[in-house]
């Protein structure tokens, strides 16, 4: 089995490593600085845990390595730009959009878009960084130098987010995992939730679009698709062409997680369905210290990235999962002592979720 090296060597490269061991798939999670001379990447199929990167010796390296799967997708996709109009041009919805070039548009884009006006830089921009809510009277709010390198769409009144994991082979065939609920505070994402029975119509919608995304490019692995929830159906709000932090409740509500799963269709391996039997929840620990009080609970599962713990960082996360709903309310009850004040509100809408 060829080995894998990943470019990046955060929490994803490093579970995708924990997810390779037991196939004795050989994975390498590789940093942006790394030597070429010291990565084995010669014999090795190439993937990422990141959508961009810098030019570095080792990029450099890379860009003209046959094996480096959806080499040419990642650009693509990492700006919000090209994101969009890929989406438009397959007529899959999302929000109404356009590229914010300079200042004088604000009467036209607050009359064409509506009150509401949410700003994103085309590239760099996430967990709620780079991204500005403005109404009429605060366009001064945004910095000058992002006029050109920004999309502006229109605020979206949703009653819920979700997100669609799948993966495609080199065979074009395309497998899904149920919708998993999605609660972000500030842009983060603080909680998710899944059910193995999610709501067949928009189980249905999202696996349409995405297998047509995932077809027009080609795509081979895993990727994300998040959407808003608007009525009875969904609009497209980003996609990321990797493993994703709200598919993290695979590794153990599912039978085949996210990780091995992109692991096997970037090999050619067989690429079944994964089966997923019961209700889940991921808690995103962020900025928190490890606290050993949570493995008192036996159906918590931690998951925990050896980072330096500061405000803000994602630094682990905790699974929980059980055939009976009820269990994981209890838990997620004797859970909420342990763990901070603004987590309390994810704790009660996944109790929520789960009724």
Request: glycine residues 8%; proline residues 7%.
């Amino acid at each position: 089995m060829k080995p894998v090296c990943v470019l990046g060597n955060g929490q994803l490269g490093r579970m995708l490593r924990q997810a390779g061991e037991p196939l004795g798939i050989a994975v390498y999670p590789v940093g942006l600085d790394a030597e070429p001379e010291a990565v084995p990447y010669q014999n090795a199929v190439i993937t990422a845990e990141i959508e961009r990167w810098p030019k570095t010796a080792l990029t450099r390296e890379l860009a003209t390595h046959s094996n480096f799967v959806n080499r040419d997708i990642f650009p693509r996709l990492a700006d919000r730009l090209t994101q969009k109009q890929l989406l438009d041009q397959l007529h899959l919805a999302t929000a109404p959009w356009q590229l914010l070039a300079n200042a004088s548009e604000w009467p036209q884009v607050f009359a064409t878009l509506g009150e509401l006006a949410i700003v994103k830089r085309r590239v760099g921009g996430y967990d709620g960084r780079g991204q500005w809510r403005l109404r009429p009277g605060q366009e001064t709010e945004l910095p000058a130098d992002n006029y050109g390198e920004c999309i502006v769409e229109q605020g979206i009144n949703f009653s819920g987010e979700v997100s669609l994991v799948g993966a495609r082979g080199h065979d074009g065939q395309s497998v899904f995992y149920p919708l998993t609920h999605n609660l972000h505070e500030d842009g983060i994402l603080r909680t998710s939730v899944a059910l193995p029975q999610p709501n067949p119509a928009l189980q249905q919608q999202a696996e349409q679009m995405l297998a047509a995304i995932l077809n027009e490019l080609n795509y081979v692995g895993v990727m994300a698709m998040e959407c808003f929830i608007v009525g009875d159906s969904l609009l497209i709000n980003e996609l990321a062409p990797r493993v994703h932090n709200s598919g993290h409740w695979t590794q153990n509500g599912a039978s085949i997680s996210q990780f091995e799963l992109h692991l096997r269709a970037i090999l050619g391996l067989p690429l079944p369905k994964p089966v997923v039997n019961t209700p889940s929840v991921m808690v995103n620990l962020i900025g928190t210290a490890v606290d050993q009080q949570w493995l008192a609970l036996p159906l918590v599962h931690l998951h925990w990235y050896e980072k330096e713990v500061r405000e803000g960082r994602k630094v682990g996360h905790l699974n929980l999962n059980d055939p009976d709903a009820a269990s994981i309310q209890q838990a997620l009850q004797a859970l909420a002592p342990l763990l901070p004040a603004e987590y309390q509100s994810g704790l009660a809408w996944a109790q929520q979720k789960l009724g």
